[in-house]
């Protein structure tokens, strides 16, 4: 028994050594992508097998500190599969500082494993002085997020951002823009609430950002650390200028602050709030050219297309497949299957779709598989035309066509299918096919007996009630539809009158949240009675409500151009103010002024 207990346990080491040895060799190197000049910062250099050497390259513009630091660690863990994942590390860790702005260069080290070199990739690093804070001394972490020394009140405008980056500011409707909200910061947090826009008339496609790690990196001239906490792909499904809904975070920010006890100061560890939103973002959807080709379904981006056949000599009866790939990038994953001319003695079926798509910047890349189903019916020669996928380049600004070849297809007779009574015409489509000597019945010969058929029913009481019933229920549906009409411009009529008493309602509350000098919720409250009270008196719908528009409206309307200016003033002004905490606007003037300004047009659109 003990015998048997050390071979087996002799065994498994065995094969626990041997699985660790066979793994494929992967060095890599981990650095900041910006520090501030003066901090120290760590990079390491990191081999998942245990490295028999270790040569350090030649550091050039920066000062090592101390380094390097041998450290090893070792996991096991099961993944989905139930399948056993072990996972070593074994790294070398040097801790730098930079003198001097600029970009910093660590060449690339060697692991010399088993007698094979194994060198990292070269990484570049910017060095930046923090121009927009007071210069503090060198720390012993290398993290931007320490907690400070600092009152609340000190937490300044620029230590939490939130920004919302966005590949590009214009593109083609169905064209794929990527999205990503990163909040930016200097000092240790954590998150509340989150309010992230939902995308209304556009398409998403969601990254997952639940790895998301902090990163360091530079904006504006100061190191921040960042995360990226929503990341996706948006389709724009309709033109014109969009401002992007509004995203904001709580956050609540840690600081330390000193607190006397008697003769001795002791840090006391404290938090407070902070409400970041993120700055206003407009792109431009530009409508796709006019003379798109009959073909065109809506794809949007550089596409490939090609075709296959399961067999191009069959048998009546028996089946096949038409496949069409299309590979490409662009709204791969929203397009229609490609229209296909089968024969018409093929009997189809339903379409089947496979995709082996990923996500990248430039949209949705991959290939989308159509599969068609059918049965050869007929025998006969037959001639499958080529498909063909219309698609607009965004780079070309053109309409392509791309088409599949031609397959010629032979059937032939079903051996087990035999001979009909009669015989049957072959050669031809499935639609065309009859049964002689069953479909002409013979001249009956016999007595013939006729029976009486039924009574006439045009003009006899039935039919006038029938008719008479048939024009009641006419008049009815007629009177109910020209009842629905007037119900519908009577909508229309109350929707303009009551304009002026529901912006007038919203004012009202807009006075009281001044009052109580919340003036987040007192220029949000304004916003939305001058929006809605255009909206409803202009009869413009939600869609198509816009400064440009409204102004395009009241000018038709003949509005004088100082009040249609007044009007766009006090708009700019709440948004500004509402989007920039630190603006000293004075609310009694802009209530004033938008009372104003919806008294003057109500009086000029009567």
């Not at 014109?240 to 000193?258: C, H, K, P």
């Not at 089946?319 to 009997?347: A, K, R, W």
Request: proline fraction near 4%; charged fraction near 25%; charge should be positive.
């Amino acid at each position: 028994m003990g015998k048997g207990l050390k071979a087996g346990v002799t065994l498994l080491l065995a094969f626990v050594c041997s699985t660790a040895y066979s793994q494929k060799v992967q060095v890599s190197v981990s650095s900041p992508r910006a520090v501030e000049v003066g901090k120290l910062f760590n990079v390491s250099f990191i081999s998942n097998v245990r490295p028999d050497d270790f040569a350090a390259p030649d550091f050039k513009g920066v000062e090592v500190v101390s380094g390097p630091v041998a450290s090893n660690g070792y996991s096991v863990s099961i993944d989905s599969r139930g399948n056993m994942v072990q996972d070593e590390k074994y790294s070398f860790t040097y801790t730098f500082v930079s003198r001097e702005e600029g970009r910093i260069t660590i060449p690339s080290a060697t692991f010399v494993i088993e007698d094979r070199n194994y060198k990292t990739n070269s990484t570049d690093i910017e060095a930046v002085v923090n121009r927009s804070a007071p210069a503090a001394t060198t720390q012993q972490d290398a993290s931007a997020s320490q907690p400070r020394v600092n009152p609340a009140a000190e937490i300044r405008d620029d230590d939490i951002l939130l920004r919302v980056l966005v590949s590009r500011s214009e593109l083609y409707k169905g064209e794929a823009l990527r999205v990503r909200i990163k909040l930016y910061t200097t000092l240790p947090l954590r998150e509340s609430e989150m309010h992230f826009p939902q995308f209304n008339g556009f398409w998403v496609h969601e990254f997952s950002t639940a790895g998301e790690q902090w990163e360091r990196e530079t904006y504006n001239g100061r190191v921040y650390d960042s995360k990226i906490y929503r990341d996706c792909l948006i389709f724009p499904q309709q033109s014109g200028r969009i401002q992007l809904e509004r995203s904001d975070m709580e956050v609540y920010a840690s600081f330390t602050e000193m607190q006397s006890r008697g003769v001795f100061a002791i840090a006391v560890r404290k938090e407070v709030m902070r409400k970041v939103v993120a700055p206003p973002v407009l792109i431009n959807v530009k409508e796709l050219p006019s003379g798109a080709p009959e073909s065109f379904n809506g794809a949007v981006g550089r596409y490939n297309i090609t075709s296959n056949i399961s067999a191009t000599d069959l048998t009546a009866n028996s089946s096949g497949t038409y496949t069409i790939t299309v590979s490409g990038t662009g709204n791969i994953n929203f397009m229609d299957p490609v229209t296909v001319d089968l024969p018409s003695s093929f009997e189809k079926y339903n379409v089947k779709v496979t995709d082996d798509i990923t996500n990248s910047s430039g949209g949705m890349e991959g290939t989308r598989k159509f599969e068609y189903p059918f049965i050869a019916r007929a025998e006969g020669r037959y001639v499958v035309p080529p498909a063909k996928l219309t698609y607009f380049d965004p780079e070309t600004k053109k309409y392509q066509t791309i088409y599949t070849k031609e397959f010629n297809v032979s059937v032939t007779r079903d051996p087990a299918s035999g001979q009909a009574s009669g015989g049957a015409r072959t050669g031809v489509v499935k639609e065309d096919l009859q049964i002689l000597g069953s479909d002409v019945r013979y001249i009956y010969t016999g007595d013939v007996r006729f029976a009486k058929g039924c009574p006439v029913l045009i003009w006899t009481w039935k039919y006038v009630a029938l008719l008479a019933i048939l024009l009641l229920l006419f008049f009815v549906l007629l009177a109910l539809l020209r009842r629905r009409m007037s119900v519908r411009r009577d909508q229309k009529r109350m929707r303009t009158r009551g304009a002026n008493k529901m912006a007038l309602r919203r004012l009202r509350q807009a006075k009281r949240h001044m009052d109580d000098d919340r003036r987040n919720e007192f220029y949000e409250e304004v916003l939305k009675a001058l929006w809605g009270y255009m909206g409803d008196r202009l009869l413009i719908p939600v869609c198509d409500l816009s400064k440009d528009r409204i102004v395009e409206v009241l000018a038709h309307r003949q509005v004088p151009q100082g009040y249609v200016g007044q009007f766009v003033d006090v708009v700019s002004e709440c948004e500004f103010a509402r989007y920039a905490p630190s603006s000293h606007a004075n609310v009694a003037k802009v209530y004033a002024e938008a009372v104003e300004v919806i008294s003057r047009v109500e009086a000029s659109l009567k």
